[in-house]
């Protein structure tokens, strides 16, 4: 039991949570839940080239938070290392947002959505979870490197 519980630290949960998250939130909010789905997968105005790259963007969204949902589960090797690459895996996807926006003619909503988009702190509502999600993984990190680094001397 003890193991347990020291495998599942507090910078494992941190991160795990952010998998499940990174996991099931592009599927959710682009494609399951109407009042955002309606701006992505099933926006008419998008042709099918866009709607291919926003599927292609669940699908790694999923593929990435099982990756390290994955990589946090397992018990044998070295865990300390697969917690920080699971960190890093997971930040791919909400780190590209920021320099997405630096490509022409890219935008975090589309015009016809200005008086539905949410902004929080100034920020579009995914780019506010995107640097949550980064603040958290962060933290979760260093939480991780300064407990190894405590028992190691």
Do not use: C
């Not at 592009?26 to 080239?49: G, K, Q, R, S």
């Not at 997405?100 to 920020?123: K, N």
């Amino acid at each position: 039991m003890a193991t347990s519980r020291r495998h599942w630290s507090l910078p494992r949960v941190l991160i795990g949570l952010m998998a499940a998250e990174t996991a099931v939130g592009a599927l959710l909010f682009d494609l399951v839940l109407h009042d955002t789905a309606h701006e992505h997968m099933f926006n008419p105005a998008w042709p099918p080239h866009a709607k291919f790259h926003d599927a292609q963007y669940i699908v790694t969204s999923l593929a990435f938070g099982l990756l390290a949902l994955a990589l946090l589960a397992r018990r044998r090797g070295d865990t300390h290392s697969r917690l920080l690459w699971s960190a890093g895996i997971l930040a791919v996807p909400w780190a590209s947002m920021f320099p997405a926006l630096l490509f022409p003619g890219t935008a975090t909503y589309d015009p016809e959505f200005e008086q539905e988009t949410q902004f929080v702190l100034g920020l579009h509502g995914q780019l506010f979870m995107a640097v949550v999600t980064l603040v958290i993984l962060a933290v979760a990190a260093a939480l991780a490197v300064s407990r190894r680094s405590q028992v190691a001397s």
